[in-house]
C-alpha cells in the first residue's frame, strides 16, 4: 500500500445533496501524514463556520493549486481506523464507488455509504472476570474489617470471591447484589483484579451434523472442472448454471467453493432471501465449520460489525448473504457465487440503484475473482448474455436424487365457478390433498399474496378504501386494522362507505391468514404452517418455521414466494399454486417472465425425495405461454417465446432503459420538473436514435405524500444512456440554482429497472 507522505486529501462531506457532490481539498495534519488512505473516515471543518464534519478521504495529493490561506486541515481521524498497512479494503471500496456513481447516477457519499457498511465503531464484545489477587490471610482480615463497618456490599462481593477466587463479572455482581462501584473499590485496594477477553460475535451457532459425500453427476463435474479452471488461468469469468430444480446446484456452489477455499481465496455466496439463509447455510457449515457466516438484516449492529472485521482479518472463508454481503471486505477474493441470480431482490430499489449481478461481475473483474450464476430459471439478461457466448453456460438438465419431474395438472378455475366451486381450492386439489393428509406426506400451498384481505370496497358504489399517502389500496388485517403495505400507515377497518354510506362493505379475501382459516375448517385433523412477511418478522422465525417443517411436525406449509425457492423437502410430494396467473396482470413488461419464474419454483418443491410429486396449477388463463411453459419446466420453450415480445418491442435485454424519475410534494412542480427533463431531451443531439416514452405519472403515482413521474429512455447501447444521465445531471444542476421551485424536487434515475416505476 502507498504510504507516501501526501500533503494533501480530498476529501466528500457526508452531505447527500447534488451542489456538494464533489471532492474539497484539506490539508492533512503532520500526525497523519504517511498513514491517511483512501476509503479513512475524517473530520474536517466545513463552511463559513468552520462546522465539525465527517466525511471521506477519496484521493490524495503531493501539491494544491488553492491559496496556502484557503487550504483548511483536516481534525481528526473518526473512530474505526485499522491502522496504517492493513489492507481493509477501503481504496477498492472508493474505486467501486466512483463506478457505481458513473454507471447508475447517485451521489459519490451515497455510493460511498453503499460501498463501505458499518464503518462506526461499535463497542466489541467484551467477557470479563473478575479474579482474587490477595492472599487468604489478608483477604480474610480485610472481610473482617468491611464487617466491623457495616460495609455490608464490599463484604458480600469479598466473602463471595473467597468462596470462588474467580467468577465472571456479571454472574457475581448479580448472584450477590454490588454494584460497578463496590468492585473498582476492591479493585483499587489491590484485592481483586477485573480481567477484560475481547471476542468477536458470530451469529452462526455451533450446529450438529456432517458434510455429505454425494457423488455428482458429469453436469455436476463438468461445471466445477470449468469454473476452478478458469480461476487458475486467471481468467476473471463469469458463468451460468442452468440447472432444473433438484438437479444439485448447491452441492456445486459448495465444491467450487471448496476448491477456491483450498487456493488460499475466500467466498461470496449470495441468496436472494434472508429465508433461504437457513438451509443453505447447514449445507455450507458442514463442509466449512466456523469459517462459514452470514451476513443479513437480522444481525445487530455488532454482530455485522464483527463480521467485517473477521473478513479483514481472515477468520472467515465463505459469507453467505442478500446483496449486501456482497460488499464484504475479502481481501482475497477468489469467486462470487449468486444463487437463484434472476431474483428481483438483487436490485436496490434506493439510490443507488444498482443490480448485485453487474457489481459482481465488476468487483471479480477488480479483485481477479471468478463469478457463477445460477437457477432454474435464469433471468432473460444471463440467458440472452450466455447465448451469445459473453458468459459461459453450463446446464443441468436431470434431478441428482434420479427422480423424475412432477406431474403437472393445469386447472382451470373459470370452470370450478361454473360448477359451483367458490371456494379457493379446484376439486382435484382437495381430492390430492386429502390422498396427502390420508398417506403422512406433505403439502406445500403457494400464494402470492399477503395479509388477511387483497383490498377492502364497497359492493353499493365500488369505492376502494386507499392510503391517504399512497396512491395503493388498504389491506385488511385480522386484528381489525387497515393497512398500507408501502407507507405503514393503518386506520380502524370501515364499517360505512365515506362515498355512499352503504353498508355492503367487504374485502377481497385471498390473503394467506384467510386461507389458513379455510384450510383448518376444511381439514381440522390437518396440521398447518403459514410463512408470510407478517409470521416471519421476528428474529430466527424463518429459522423456525423451516425446521419444523422439515422435522415434519405440519402437514401443510401455506405461504407467499418465500417457501417456494430453494428449500428442499422429501416428504412434500403435492404442491398448489393458488391464483397462479395473478402477477400476469401486473402493469409490467416482466410480468410474464416473473409468473414463469414463480410457478417453475413451486413445482419444483414436489418430488424431491424418492416418491413421485405432483402440482396443481389453478389459473384463470389455462392457455398462457408461461403457465404452460412452467407446468412443462420447459425455460428454452418459454425463453423462445418471450425474447421474441422483447425484441418487438424493444424491451431489455434486447434493448438497454433508463427510466428518469422525479417527485415532489407539490404535484405541480413535479409535473413542471419532469416536462423540462423531457423537454431538454428533445434538444440533444442524437436524440433521435434513442426512443424516449413520456413524461407520464409512475405506476405508484403518489407515495409518502410525494407525487412521482418519469421519463423512460431506450438505447441498444448502455453507454449512450449513461451520457444521457450525465447530460440530464448537468442540466439539472443549473435548473435548481436558476429556479427555486425545484430545490425540494428529487431526481433519480434506474438502468434497465425491474421493477414498474
Known amino acids: 500500500m502507498d504510504t507516501k507522505p501526501y500533503a494533501y486529501a480530498e476529501v466528500i462531506i457526508d452531505i447527500s445533496h447534488e451542489k456538494l457532490d464533489h471532492p474539497f481539498t484539506y490539508r492533512i495534519p503532520d500526525t497523519l501524514r504517511g498513514t491517511l488512505k483512501p476509503g479513512d473516515r475524517v473530520e474536517v471543518p466545513f463552511g463559513k463556520g468552520d462546522t465539525g464534519r465527517q466525511g471521506y478521504v477519496v484521493g490524495l495529493a503531493e501539491h494544491c493549486d488553492l491559496p496556502a490561506g484557503k487550504v483548511k486541515e483536516i481534525t481528526s481521524l473518526s473512530a474505526g481506523k485499522t491502522g496504517p498497512g492493513t489492507d481493509d479494503g477501503s481504496e477498492r471500496a472508493v474505486e467501486l464507488a466512483a463506478w457505481m456513481k458513473e454507471r447508475y447516477g447517485s451521489t459519490f457519499i451515497t455510493a460511498l455509504k453503499t460501498v463501505l457498511p458499518m464503518r462506526r465503531e461499535v463497542r466489541p464484545l467484551q467477557q470479563k472476570t473478575l479474579v482474587l489477587t490477595a492472599g487468604e490471610e489478608e483477604a480474610r482480615e480485610r472481610l473482617a474489617l468491611y464487617r466491623q463497618k457495616h460495609q455490608i456490599a464490599r463484604a458480600r462481593l469479598l466473602e463471595g470471591l473467597l468462596e470462588v477466587p474467580e467468577q465472571p463479572y456479571a454472574l457475581a455482581t448479580d448472584k450477590l447484589h454490588v454494584t460497578a462501584a463496590t468492585v473498582r473499590s476492591l479493585e483499587n485496594s489491590g484485592l481483586l483484579r477485573v480481567e477484560v ?16 459425500t454425494l457423488e455428482l453427476s458429469s453436469g455436476q463435474q463438468d461445471c ?32 467450487i467453493a471448496e476448491g477456491i477455499v483450498a487456493r488460499g481465496r475466500q467466498v461470496i455466496v449470495l441468496i436472494p432471501e434472508i429465508a433461504l439463509t437457513y ?20 444481525l445487530s449492529a455488532g454482530e455485522k460489525h464483527d463480521q467485517f472485521r473477521r473478513a479483514r482479518e481472515g477468520g472467515i472463508d465463505v459469507i453467505i448473504g442478500p446483496r449486501s454481503a456482497l460488499f464484504t471486505p475479502f481481501p482475497k477474493l477468489g469467486a462470487i457465487i449468486m444463487d437463484e441470480e434472476q431474483e428481483n431482490s438483487y436490485k436496490n430499489e434506493n439510490m443507488p440503484k444498482y443490480h448485485a449481478r453487474d457489481v459482481a461481475v465488476r468487483i471479480a473483474a477488480m479483485q481477479g475473482a471468478v463469478v457463477l450464476l445460477g437457477s432454474a430459471t435464469p433471468s432473460l439478461e444471463s440467458y440472452y448474455l450466455a447465448s451469445a457466448g459473453t458468459y459461459r453456460l453450463y446446464e443441468l438438465n436431470s434431478r441428482l436424487t434420479g427422480g423424475t419431474l412432477p406431474a403437472a395438472h393445469i386447472v382451470d378455475m373459470r370452470e370450478e365457478l361454473k360448477e ?8 382435484q386439489l382437495q ?19 399477503r395479509g ?58 385471498a390473503g394467506t391468514e384467510q386461507i389458513e382459516i379455510q384450510l383448518q375448517r376444511m381439514y381440522p385433523q390437518a396440521r398447518v404452517l403459514r410463512m408470510d412477511a407478517d409470521t416471519t418478522a421476528r428474529k430466527e422465525s424463518y429459522e423456525k418455521i423451516l425446521s419444523s417443517f422439515a422435522n415434519e411436525e405440519a402437514d401443510i406449509l401455506l405461504g407467499t414466494q418465500m417457501i417456494v425457492k430453494g428449500h428442499d423437502f422429501p416428504n412434500v410430494t403435492l404442491v398448489g399454486v393458488l391464483m397462479a396467473d395473478l402477477s400476469l396482470n401486473a402493469g409490467d413488461y416482466r410480468a410474464s417472465e416473473r409468473t414463469f419464474q414463480l410457478l417453475t419454483q413451486a413445482a419444483g418443491r414436489a418430488g424431491r ?29 418459454f425463453y423462445d417465446e418471450e425474447i421474441r415480445y422483447r425484441q418487438l418491442l424493444q424491451y431489455p435485454p434486447v434493448c438497454h432503459m433508463l427510466a428518469v424519475q422525479i417527485q415532489d410534494r407539490d404535484e405541480d412542480t413535479a409535473l413542471a420538473a419532469i416536462g423540462e427533463v423531457r423537454g431538454m431531451l428533445e434538444t440533444e443531439d442524437g436524440a433521435g436514435e434513442s426512443i424516449v416514452i413520456g413524461p407520464s405519472a409512475a405506476a405508484t403515482s403518489k407515495l409518502r405524500d410525494s407525487y412521482r413521474f418519469v421519463v423512460y429512455i431506450k438505447n441498444a447501447k448502455y453507454d449512450k444512456l449513461v451520457r444521457y444521465k450525465d447530460r440530464i445531471e448537468e442540466y439539472w444542476k443549473g435548473l435548481t440554482a436558476a429556479a427555486s421551485r425545484f430545490f425540494d424536487t428529487q431526481l433519480q434515475f434506474d438502468f434497465d429497472p425491474v421493477n414498474p416505476y
Do not use: W
Not at 381430492?431 to 399474496?449: A, G, H, P, V, Y
Not at 396449477?617 to 398462457?624: G, L, R, S, V
Open 197 to 212: 477477553e475481547t471476542s468477536l460475535r458470530n451469529p452462526v451457532r455451533e450446529r450438529n451434523g456432517e458434510a455429505d
Open 224 to 255: 466445477i472442472r470449468g469454473v476452478l479452471d478458469d480461476f487458475d488461468r486467471k481468467k476473471a469469468t463469469v458463468s451460468l448454471l442452468h440447472g432444473i430444480t433438484g438437479s444439485g446446484k448447491t452441492e456445486v456452489y459448495i465444491r
Open 279 to 298: 438451509q443453505t447455510l447447514l449445507r455450507f457449515y458442514a463442509h466449512f465449520g466456523d469459517r462459514v457466516s452470514v451476513m443479513n438484516s437480522t
Open 420 to 427: 359451483g366451486n367458490r371456494t379457493m381450492f379446484s376439486s
Open 431 to 449: 381430492s390430492l390433498m386429502e390422498d396427502r393428509l390420508s398417506r403422512k406426506e406433505q403439502t406445500i400451498l403457494f400464494l402470492n399474496r
Open 452 to 509: 388477511y384481505a387483497g383490498f377492502v370496497s364497497c359492493r353499493a358504489c365500488g369505492h376502494v378504501m386507499k392510503c391517504p399517502h399512497c396512491s395503493v389500496s388498504l389491506s385488511e388485517h385480522m386484528h381489525g386494522r387497515l393497512v398500507c403495505h408501502y407507507c405503514g400507515y393503518e386506520q380502524p377497518a370501515v364499517r360505512v362507505c365515506p362515498e355512499c354510506g352503504s353498508r355492503y362493505i367487504a374485502g377481497f379475501r
Open 609 to 637: 425425495g424418492t416418491r413421485p410429486g405432483e402440482v396443481v396449477i389453478q389459473t384463470y388463463e389455462p392457455d398462457n405461454y408461461a403457465v404452460r411453459a412452467a407446468a412443462a419446466q420447459d425455460y428454452r420453450a
